[in-house]
């Protein structure tokens, strides 16, 4: 329930003036988090992976720009994402709690699935992750 502060703004309590509200929850931000890892892992040379980076400010920056709807959908397909290997009863873990390897092999199928919906999420899943890397290397170019 939101409070007024004493300025008379409606702001939720607890939260920080200014501060922009979080589009990702705590999940859907570790989904994304090891989504990342899988899709783009450290180099063999030592260099950083997607895993490596916090992505998340990046990315809700950038569905902050495109509106509330690529924001469901992305949270939709974070759950997916999340949920997939318990729902077909390949793992007994949720995909986050999947070692690199095997998060990586279930992306692969994604990627090779003969349903297209699968292959479009996929696609836009990695599109998402390669902005913001690209945003987060032009932020920060010494990182």
Do not use: Y
Not at 71 to 77: F, G
Not at 116 to 129: I, N, P, T, Y
């Amino acid at each position: 329930m939101a409070e007024a502060d004493e300025s008379g703004g409606g702001r939720t309590a607890g939260s920080v003036a200014g501060a922009a509200a979080r589009i990702l929850g705590p999940r859907s931000v570790r989904t994304l988090h090891n989504a990342a890892d899988a899709l783009v892992p450290p180099g063999a040379d030592g260099s950083p992976g997607a895993g490596d980076v916090d992505l998340s400010p990046h990315v809700e920056r950038s569905l902050r720009h495109q509106g509330p709807g690529a924001a469901r959908r992305l949270v939709t397909l974070l759950g997916c994402l999340e949920w997939q290997p318990l729902l077909t009863l390949r793992a007994r873990r949720s995909f986050s709690a999947l070692p690199r390897a095997r998060r990586q092999e279930l992306l692969r199928r994604w990627e090779h699935s003969r349903l297209r919906s699968r292959r479009q999420a996929l696609a836009a899943l990695r599109r998402v992750v390669e902005e913001g890397l690209a945003e987060r290397n032009q932020s920060s170019p010494g990182a």
